[in-house]
């Protein structure tokens, strides 16, 4: 459904991955490809560790609080860089049926304990 690239940055190079959008974890998970992207192993870390986060609108977002974890850590380099380079939103399927299903986005957020008011 994505050509074997990156939704977030459009990286190839044999370096993507399927990534759920709703935890396996979680109950609600399901190997759809309604409920999965194609990541980069950048894109998914963040993705996986809530620094970066899909809303049902497709629009990329970080997480304050993940951040500011990090930064406690001293654990921030990079991270300029890294929300400078992300577009507004996912490159999505062309296909309507293959994109991300905008209530998978929402459920993948709060499985992944991001702020409520951050969740739409």
Not at 18 to 32: E, F, L, N
Not at 62 to 91: C, Q, V, W, Y
């Amino acid at each position: 459904a994505y050509h074997y690239q990156c939704a977030v940055c459009g990286c190839a190079l044999k370096l993507v991955d399927a990534a759920h959008i709703v935890p396996v974890s979680y109950q609600h998970s399901t190997d759809d490809v309604t409920n999965g992207l194609a990541l980069c192993r950048l894109h998914h870390g963040a993705y996986d560790n809530g620094l970066l986060g899909v809303r049902s609108n497709y629009g990329l977002m970080t997480n304050p609080s993940r951040e500011a974890s990090l930064a406690g850590f001293h654990l921030d380099m990079g991270l300029d860089a890294f929300k400078a380079a992300l577009p507004p939103r996912i490159i999505v399927p062309a296909t309507i049926e293959a994109r991300p299903a905008p209530q998978n986005l929402i459920i993948g957020l709060q499985a992944r304990g991001w702020p409520s008011d951050l969740v739409a």
